[in-house]
């Protein structure tokens, strides 16, 4: 047992690092490029185009600082806004397929997925289903009623507060992350040398099997659908060197990961934005059916290589 603690204590600190590498310098450059000119010539530049989405000009501020940011600070945006019921029901759509865009699609690279691939599902889930949305609800024209409202912070005094500020909330990334990396990677660990791990994957397997995915992955996805992106890719990328999740599973996992991860934390997040009973089912519902579709549909078109190999040996 003092074997596995010990590996699995050093996989997290390996991971921790690796992920840390990332999401530190872009919580601070983010952070700080909310007090220049920057977002807001963002926001303005987007503005003529959410008549497409079925939003209104204001609705841009929670769109940027969602895909910029994260989901919370998104909907600290939408409570001081005065939106309708569908245009937060279509906003809550959108960041759930595209949220953090920096980090996680910076995490999601270093697996080893191309990063144009993880931008190009995430914004193009996040745009083709607000537009589906606008075209077929005609309802929900009605004043959102929000549940709670956003703490009011003081505006910083200078640029010697905003970087304090800045650098607090990257390390409190950092630490976030290790508080979960560290016994998550000890978990698995303990896991592999009990052969629970196996048995996991012995359970999992229809469901990666019909994913068009191998047994192996099946530990990635759980972590990914539970923990969100850039956790599921902390056990992705340890999977990668030890399992041998091939370049194919690992994409189609990603896919998979970009259109439903964290499923229980990103949609009760939504909650104090007044969406409850059916509109929160019918979001769960979108991102799942959505990640299903879409990952069926590459693994189809996207044949493994023995398989083609053995079709080529049959030719010749």
């Known amino acids: 047992m003092g074997k596995t603690l010990k590996n699995g204590f050093i996989s997290g600190v390996k991971t921790t690092w690796l992920l840390g590498k990332i999401i530190f310098p872009v919580t601070l450059i983010v952070t700080l490029l909310q007090y220049t000119p920057i977002l807001p010539w963002l926001m303005k530049a987007i503005s003529p185009v959410m008549g497409l989405f079925g939003l209104s000009g204001d609705a841009s501020i929670p769109l940027v600082l969602g895909n910029f940011l994260n989901l919370y600070a998104a909907i600290g945006a939408i409570l001081s806004l005065d939106l309708t019921v569908k245009e937060v029901f279509i906003l809550a759509v959108m960041l759930s397929f595209s949220h953090n865009l920096f980090i996680e699609s910076g995490v999601a690279a270093r697996v080893g997925v191309k990063l144009s691939v993880v931008l190009a599902v995430r914004l193009g889930l996040a745009a083709v289903s607000a537009i589906v949305i606008n ?156 990640a299903i579709v879409l990952t069926l549909a590459v693994s189809a078109l996207w044949k493994p290589a023995e398989l083609v190999q053995r079709k080529e040996a049959k030719l010749s």
């Open 135 to 290: 075209l077929i609800w005609h309802g929900g024209g009605g004043t959102a009623q929000y549940g709670m409202a956003p703490p009011l912070q003081a505006d910083p005094d200078g640029w010697g507060q905003i970087l304090m500020i800045g650098l607090e909330k990257a390390g409190y990334g950092i630490f976030q992350l290790a508080v979960i990396v560290m016994p998550l990677m000890l978990m698995i660990q303990v896991l592999k040398d009990l052969k629970w791990l196996d048995i996991f994957s012995r359970w999992m397997a229809p469901v990666t099997r019909l994913l068009g995915m191998k047994e192996n992955t099946s530990m990635t996805l759980a972590s990914g659908l539970l923990f969100g992106l850039a956790l599921g890719s902390a056990v992705m990328i340890q999977a990668v060197k030890e399992d041998g999740v091939s370049s194919r599973d690992v994409t189609l996992a990603m896919i998979f990961l970009v259109a439903c991860h964290a499923v229980v934390e990103d949609t009760v997040i939504f909650i104090p934005l007044g969406i409850t009973g059916w509109p929160l089912l019918a979001l769960f519902l979108i991102r799942l059916m959505t």
